[in-house]
């Protein structure tokens, strides 16, 4: 998964911890994996693991207690679904619509495929 992209691994693995946060594997101020945890998780040098954990704290998703670990912060969810959600509307959507253009789908076609989706 994290390796798909033109995204620095570091990124991506902010973005895969950010998923489990959005997705209620982890709850505000709940211990996240240590760094040491994370590098050997991720298959990646420890300075890279660190690298994603100063990215998270620095858009305030995570914060550090020292010599303890990293924690989810309050209100982290809002955030990343809030950023999330930015861009899906300035970059997915656009894309989605003109694949939808050069294909001849019509909304009546997304929305039943839509309706079909046991994740709606």
């Known amino acids: 998964m994290i390796y798909r992209n033109d995204k620095a691994i570091y990124v991506k693995m902010a ?3 950010s998923g489990d946060i959005l997705s209620d594997r982890y709850h505000t101020d709940d211990r996240l994996p ?3 945890e994370l590098a050997v998780q991720f298959e990646v ?10 990215l998270l704290q620095r858009d305030e998703i995570v914060y ?3 010599g303890i670990g990293y924690f989810v912060s309050q209100g982290a969810k809002r955030k990343i679904g ?3 959600r930015k861009e ?18 019509g909304m009546d076609e997304v929305n039943q495929a839509w309706a079909q989706t046991e994740d709606h």
């Open 88 to 105: 899906f509307m300035e970059s997915t959507l656009p894309e989605f619509f003109r694949q939808m253009k050069l294909l001849s789908i």
């Open 45 to 54: 040098n420890i300075n890279t693991a660190l690298r994603t954990m100063e």
């Open 15 to 17: 973005d895969a911890i």
């Open 64 to 66: 550090q207690k020292r």
């Open 34 to 36: 240590s760094v040491r």
């Open 82 to 84: 809030n950023a999330r």
